[in-house]
């Protein structure tokens, strides 16, 4: 059970680590490296969203978990805020174009893209209670939404020739693929009824 | 085939049409058959090739310390003839500094074959690609801006052509 602590805890690991040893880091102001090293820890908070909400982590009771759910998912939206304002100061123009989606650079319209369905399930979460979402519809707009996040995060990071290590790169967008098709199927997040008002009791 | 966008890297791709495989022999030995000059167009300024871009970078020998060559040629549009003593302002992000910092800034003039050539330090990824920035915006001919990028960080040469329209 301790083994997909350590898993994870290896996934999120190894890549900081050997990015933190990149040797394009001696040529990156302060700024430039904290905006890279943002963009690192948010793609590792993707993956801990799905095993969270899935229950695959052995000891956190499925409030727990869904309370960290929403945490992680402010923390995600905060590490996108510290990437694209870091890029953006170290050199305004490019993040311009990346914004505008007139970059170009592949891998761009992917993170933006990814980012603005970051902001919206934020935003959404934080206001749920207020706008008087019920669980069913909540799910409708942050189920597509959690994908758009997932696959777009996934191929931006893929395409980025930066300071991440090219293998452990690649496993941690494995794993986090691999979490969200997980869930995904676990959950049936494509059936609608039964299963999901069941749940939803079960996990208030 | 269709060739909506004309850059280099998309002629790259496409190596297969015979189209592109003429294209691409220009670019990487900067001579162009006769038979193709008669209707040579002018480059396209690159998106993004503008970025971090300074005004009147100095004509320089080197860039900083040098250990990576920029080359190219300067052709005119239409019949192709080499011009010679075009200037031809570089900038990069590099072993010696940001892409907005003066040191990183030079120019160069080309020589009588409309070619030109200049060293400046090893360029490194930048935004995710390992990429240069070149201008011609002296005002005989329209303004171009490219962004050639390299196939790896480890290269220690990149290319960049110009085919310049009067302005």
């Known amino acids: 059970m301790i083994l997909i602590w350590v898993a994870l805890a290896l996934a999120l ?11 394009q880091l001696a040529w990156r102001g302060p700024v430039y490296i904290l905006a890279g090293f943002a963009g690192i820890v948010a793609l590792g908070l993707v ?39 870091g890029l953006w100061i170290t050199s305004p123009p490019d993040m311009i174009d990346a914004l505008t989606y007139s970059s170009p650079t592949p891998f761009s319209p992917f993170g933006v893209t990814a980012m603005w369905a970051i902001f919206v399930v934020a935003i959404l ?32 990071c893929l395409l980025i020739e930066g300071t991440m290590e090219t293998a452990s790169k690649a496993v941690l967008c494995a794993a986090v693929l691999a979490a969200t098709i997980k869930v995904m199927v676990d959950l049936q997040v494509w059936r609608k009824r039964r299963t999901l008002r069941g749940e939803s009791i079960a996990r208030q | ?15 297969g049409s015979v189209l592109a ?64 003593g075009q200037r031809i302002q570089i900038w990069a992000h590099t072993v010696e500094g940001q892409e907005h910092e003066p040191q990183s800034h030079g120019a160069t003039l080309t020589d009588k074959d409309g070619k030109f050539r200049l060293e400046m330090p090893q360029i490194i990824p930048i935004f995710g690609q390992p990429h240069g920035h070149l201008a011609y915006d002296s005002g005989e001919f329209k303004t171009v801006f490219l962004r050639p990028v390299m196939r790896s960080a480890k290269e220690t040469s990149l290319e960049a052509h110009f085919v310049l329209q009067p302005a």
């Open chain 2, 21 to 84: 495989t003429g294209f691409l022999a220009s670019g990487v030995s900067g001579l162009l058959l006769p038979a193709r000059a008669a209707g040579l167009a002018p480059t396209e300024t690159m998106s993004g090739g503008a970025n971090n871009y300074r005004k009147g970078a100095q004509i320089v020998e080197r860039i900083g310390k040098g250990g990576f060559w920029m080359s190219g040629t300067v052709r005119r549009a239409g019949d192709g003839a080499p011009l010679a």
């Open chain 1, 125 to 156: 979460a934080a206001l749920r209670r207020r706008l008087g979402l019920r669980l069913r519809t909540w799910r409708v707009v942050h189920i597509p939404l959690a994908i758009v996040i997932v696959a777009g995060s996934v191929v931006h």
């Open chain 1, 47 to 85: 993956l801990a969203q799905p095993l969270l909400i899935g229950g695959y982590l052995p000891g956190l009771t499925a409030y727990r978990g869904r309370r960290a759910h929403r945490w992680i998912g402010g923390a995600l939206a905060l590490a996108v805020v510290i990437h694209v304002a």
């Open chain 1, 13 to 23: 690991g190894v890549p900081i680590a050997l990015a933190a040893t990149s040797e």
């Open chain 2, 1 to 15: 085939m269709t060739m909506v966008v004309f850059n280099r890297r998309h002629f790259l791709a496409a190596g």
